[in-house]
């Protein structure tokens, strides 16, 4: 029969004064590492000795007790009390909890010194964590916290924000299911069913980046850097009831605002403000929007101020300003380093001078009658106006003049109604209303309407003739007639039947006022608009000045905008204005167009994204486009997911797939036999040169 194993007894605890204990020289640290004495001191002072030591009686030569005991293990308390008892923090036989070995025990000193620095395990980060959360929520305050552990605050609040990440991450964390990198990307958000949610879409990627993880929780969220965010500051954001998420761990740019809806209340309510301070000028409607459309401007005539010169007080005060300018330059401009005041004075005399010198601009009364104001922001979240445009409908009524001819020979000339010759009773009245051959009055009276029109007719077939053996001429003409269109409103003085129609766009995606297709065409109009005469009398001597190319050029940027390759929905009954049909034959002549110019639309910047596609087609669609894109094992990674991350993960994985939506595509052309019907004629002798069988026949349209 097996013999019991007998009982393990412990060493006995016991307080021995601290002046009756020595440090043993079988202690095995010898490095300084974490924590210094000073700190450990410190520590022990306010909470006292957490831990006793280890000791063992001190034996002399002859093995016998000398009343001191050796400190084997517990070497740096044993430190931190002795700077104690100097400091007189401390009485020098100040009892010291001390457990007790026999000085004969079969485990060595030196052993006993390895296994207590051995065996001693860190803390978990997560119960160091939730250790500093239980302190504030005690009471202790952030900076006690971070004083009493020898850490900055800001490492407190990290471990606060951490502690505060959702209770079944933690547990995921804790069983190594994650990295700590990866906790630390979650305290974006305090949504904890949000965190969860994330958390189960990264378990079906191969990204599983922290990166990742803050994009995805900040989606519905708003940059702090977004203009509108710029424009209200995120202090006032703040006061009106707003939270800010901040990343403790990264850069982010000042965070994110979670409440969009009140960001862009308070956007408004700020515009509101200075379109009242606009309206108080007299304007006739000042109209508010956080993101102005591209071709706002559309069917409106802009107004131009009036510049008023600097007086003659103006000129003398800009003439005392600069004699104090240039005493100051005089005085510090060697000086190493100039004070604020000077330095304020000088910027103050530079803008002061700027303002006189350039005169006033101000615009007609007559003009703010009629016209209004845009109030919005710009890209960079400053206050954008935009002043002087007047509606089409608050334009003056021009009372029509008179034609200038005797009653009995005002003939009514309208495209409807206009009376000819030989047109039944019509011609018999006209006839009629001629003066008689044999009626001579005294004086000269204006030539009759009939004649004139008569006349005119002979003229402008003569002018026809003439311009069509003139193509230089021609080619001015209508490049005069589309200038009129696109740069001076309402100026129509050409004697060309043809119109240019700027196409305004009914539904466009937010921002498109922004992207790079609408920045260069602005640009470039801008710079047209300076190079053209401001009166439009002088616009024909101007065009005429223009060598081919230029003309050239100002006809493409005038042409440009009469492009319209818009789908429409046709109504169900012809209302003569739009048809299928003619929507049909628009989108194909603009494919024309495209294969032309080469259009590439990946190559201008265009992506899909959740915002310009995937978030607004069906969860069926955006796995096809996905499909198409990236393959089929691509789309298998999202189809479980729901909607608004189906969306986000695919504008995700198809960043580089250079895929478009069918509307964006410019069909290939259809094979030569498909054009003309299967039946393909065969070449003359003269073109059907030898080695030439098998080269491609050039398209027409192309």
Request: net charge negative; aromatic share 6%; hydrophobic share 45%.
């Amino acid at each position: 029969m097996a013999k019991a194993q007998p009982k393990l007894v412990l060493a006995p605890a016991q307080g021995i004064p601290f002046n009756q204990l020595v440090l043993s020289q079988a202690n095995v640290r010898r490095v300084k590492n974490g924590v210094t004495i000073e700190q450990l001191a410190a520590d022990i002072e306010r909470r006292g000795l957490l831990q006793g030591l280890s000791v063992r009686p001190l034996l002399d030569a002859e093995g016998r007790d000398t009343g001191t005991f050796h400190v084997p293990a517990g070497g740096r308390r044993f430190r931190a009390l002795e700077i104690l008892v100097k400091r007189k923090r401390l009485a020098p036989d100040a009892v010291v909890p001390c457990v007790v070995k026999p000085a004969d025990a079969p485990v060595s000193a030196e052993e006993d010194s390895y296994a207590e620095n051995v065996h001693r395990e860190a803390l978990h980060p997560l119960d160091e964590f939730r250790g500093m959360k239980s302190l504030v929520d005690q009471g202790s305050e952030i900076e006690d916290v971070a004083a009493r552990f020898h850490v900055t605050p800001a490492v407190v609040r990290q471990r606060l924000k951490l502690a505060c990440v959702s209770p079944a991450l933690h547990d995921v964390y804790a069983a190594d299911g994650m990295s700590l990198e990866q906790l630390m990307a979650f305290t974006v958000s305090d949504d904890h069913a949000r965190q969860e949610q994330v958390w189960e879409l990264v378990q079906t990627h191969h990204n599983q980046s922290a990166h990742f993880i803050r994009a995805r929780l900040n989606e519905t969220t708003v940059p702090a850097r977004d203009p509108r965010a710029l424009f209200v500051g995120v202090d006032a954001y703040v006061a009106g009831g707003g939270c800010v998420l901040r990343d403790l761990f990264e850069e982010d740019r000042g965070g994110w605002l979670q409440d969009a809806a009140l960001l862009d209340r308070l956007v408004l309510e700020k515009l509101g403000a200075e379109a009242d301070r606009i309206r108080g000028e007299g304007w006739k409607w000042v109209e508010v929007a956080i993101d102005l459309p591209y071709g706002f401007e559309h069917g409106l005539r802009p107004v131009e101020p009036i510049h008023t010169p600097p007086s003659e007080a103006d000129l003398a005060e800009v003439a005392t300003l600069q004699a104090e300018a240039d005493a100051l330059e005089a005085e510090w401009g060697n000086a190493d380093e100039i004070p604020d005041a000077v330095d304020a004075r000088i910027t103050a005399i530079d803008e002061r001078i700027a303002m006189l010198a350039g005169g006033s601009w101000a615009y007609d009364p007559a003009d703010i009658a009629i016209a209004g104001v845009f109030v919005t922001i710009d890209r960079m979240g400053a206050l954008e106006i935009e002043t002087g445009w007047v509606r089409p409908e608050d334009e003056p009524v021009v009372e029509p003049e008179g034609n200038g001819g005797d009653g009995d020979d005002a003939v009514d000339q309208g495209e409807e109604g206009a009376v000819r010759a030989g047109d039944g009773d019509g011609g018999e009245a006209a006839a009629a209303a001629e003066p008689s051959c044999e009626e001579e009055d005294e004086g000269l009276k204006p030539l009759p309407d009939r004649l004139i029109s008569e006349l005119t007719a002979e003229r402008t077939l003569a002018l026809q003739e003439a311009i069509a053996g003139n193509p230089k001429i021609a080619f001015a003409a209508v490049l005069h007639n589309f200038v009129l269109a696109c740069f001076y409103y309402g100026r129509t003085e050409s004697c060309l039947t043809i119109s240019l129609t700027k196409v305004g766009f009914g539904f466009q995606p937010t921002g498109m006022k922004h992207s790079a297709a609408a920045l260069a065409i602005e640009a470039r109009h801008a710079a047209w608009k300076e190079r053209l005469p401001q009166a439009d009398r002088d616009l024909w001597d101007a065009l005429l000045q223009l060598d081919g190319d230029a003309q050239a050029e100002l006809f493409a940027h005038c042409t440009a905008y009469a492009v319209n390759a818009l789908y429409e929905v046709a109504p169900k009954y012809d209302n003569g204005r739009i048809s299928a049909h003619m929507v049909d034959r628009r989108l194909a002549h603009s494919h024309v167009l495209a294969r032309a110019v080469d259009l590439d639309l990946v190559a201008a910047g265009w992506k899909p994204t959740a915002d310009n596609f995937f978030g607004k087609v069906t969860k069926a669609r955006i796995l096809e486009a996905v499909t198409e894109g990236k393959g089929a094992d691509t789309a298998a990674l999202i189809d479980h997911l729901k909607k608004p991350d189906m969306a986000r993960e695919a504008e995700r994985l198809m960043e580089d797939a250079r895929w478009l939506p069918e509307p964006l595509r410019t069909p290939r052309l259809p094979a030569q036999a498909e054009l003309l019907g299967g039946a393909v004629a065969e070449l003359p002798a003269f073109l059907a040169e030898a080695g030439e069988e098998d080269a491609p026949l050039a398209i027409a349209a192309e």
